[in-house]
Structure formats: structure tokens, C-alpha cells
């Protein structure tokens, strides 16, 4: 999906996802938010980077209790909606496969969360995104990804054959047992979480 169709699913994504809970590729997605606040320490000092913010699903609640959150997306629609619920959250509009923006660069967060945006790009702009994101942590600080992904290449290939029907080629979806191989190869601490069949927290900190 392009930035266009993003902008237009902006006004009903809540929803969208609500009604999808059963089934590839959303099945799991809302015990995966909940885990994610179970693995943050949440304070008024507190500052969360949310990459592909969306419209704030991830970290509304987080910013109900105190966080000071700090956004990026490229659907300038999705910001709209993340504003409203966050009216004094940070949001910046850019394209994260150009890498961390520049007006992020010198900014410390203790945690760097993501929801259901590692899918749409392709396992290197992962990792180049990862490493990146690394240099943005605080001692200590912690890198939180739930997202589409499978424990092994069977899995993921028994799930596509099982809904061949709606499966979408044009998506990168982690395996996690490569994926920790790769990140471990290059200095990071990993833990995997499976959520359900099809969804997953990778939690990253550095050594």
C-alpha cells in the first residue's frame, strides 16, 4: 500500500482492525499492544519513539499515563487522526525508508516501539532501520517490534497455503528464527514473544 491508500484507510484503520481479530494477518494483533505495554515501564519521564505511529493505537494509552511520545509516519491522514488523540504528542511526517529523519537524530528514547509497520519493508531496510534505532536508545533502553511474523519459513508457508486467498506477496513478513540469528550476529540482545500463528514482539536492547 502506498501513502494514498494509507491517508484514505485512515478515517476507519480502528475499525478495520477491530472487526479483523480471527485469521491472518490480524489475529493476535490486540493481545501483541497489550504485551507491549506489559513490557514498559511507564512514567512522566518517560519517552516512547513510535515508528509507523499510524493513527496512535499503539501509544494512546502510554500517553494517557504520562508518557511524552514521539511520532513518525508517512500518511500525513494517520497523524491527523494520532493527534487527536494526542494533541501534545510529537508527530513528524516522513518516509522511514529513507531511515531515521534527521530531526530524530540527536533525541534519546528509553523505548522504541512499532506495530504492524516492519511488514512493508524488506528484511536489510529492517535491519539498517534497527541499527539506526540502536543509537537512539538511552542505557538500558529497550527496542519493542509487534508485527506479522513466524517462527519458522514451515510456518509462515503453511499460513500462506492456508489463506492463499488473502495472502499478500508484496509484504516481508520476519521469520523469526533467521531474523535472531542476524540480529545477534550484529551485537543485539533479542527476545521473541509469539503471540498467536501469525504475530510476534521482537524485544531488542543492545549488549
Avoid at 493481545?31 to 513510535?50: E, M, P, V
Avoid at 512493508?120 to 541499527?131: A, G, S, T
Wanted: charged residues 25%.
Amino acid at each position: 500500500m502506498d501513502k494514498h491508500q494509507f491517508d484514505v484507510w485512515s478515517t476507519n484503520y480502528d475499525e478495520t482492525v477491530k472487526k479483523s481479530t480471527e485469521g491472518y494477518p490480524f489475529e493476535g494483533y490486540e493481545k501483541a499492544i497489550q504485551a507491549i505495554y506489559c513490557l514498559i515501564q511507564n512514567d512522566s519521564n518517560t519517552k516512547i519513539l513510535d515508528l509507523g505511529i499510524g493513527t496512535g493505537t499503539l501509544t494512546q494509552k502510554l500517553y494517557l499515563e504520562g508518557a511524552r511520545i514521539t511520532g513518525v509516519d508517512f500518511s500525513e491522514k494517520m497523524l491527523n487522526q494520532a493527534k487527536q488523540k494526542m494533541p501534545d504528542a510529537t508527530l513528524t511526517e516522513c518516509d522511514l525508508n529513507d531511515g531515521v529523519p534527521f530531526v530524530l537524530q540527536n533525541m534519546k528514547f528509553q523505548y522504541i516501539v512499532s506495530a504492524y509497520a516492519f511488514h512493508h519493508w524488506e528484511d536489510r531496510q529492517k535491519i539498517d532501520l534497527i541499527k539506526q534505532c540502536t543509537d537512539l536508545l538511552t542505557p538500558n533502553g529497550k527496542i519493542l517490534i509487534a508485527d506479522i511474523m513466524f517462527s519458522t519459513l514451515f510456518d509462515r508457508e503453511s499460513c500462506k497455503k492456508q489463506y492463499r486467498n488473502c495472502w499478500d506477496d508484496e509484504e516481508f513478513y520476519i521469520l523469526a528464527d533467521e531474523f535472531i540469528r542476524t540480529l545477534r550476529s550484529i551485537g543485539l540482545v533479542i527476545k521473541f514473544h509469539p503471540i498467536s500463528f501469525c504475530c510476534g514482539i521482537l524485544e531488542i536492547s543492545v549488549r
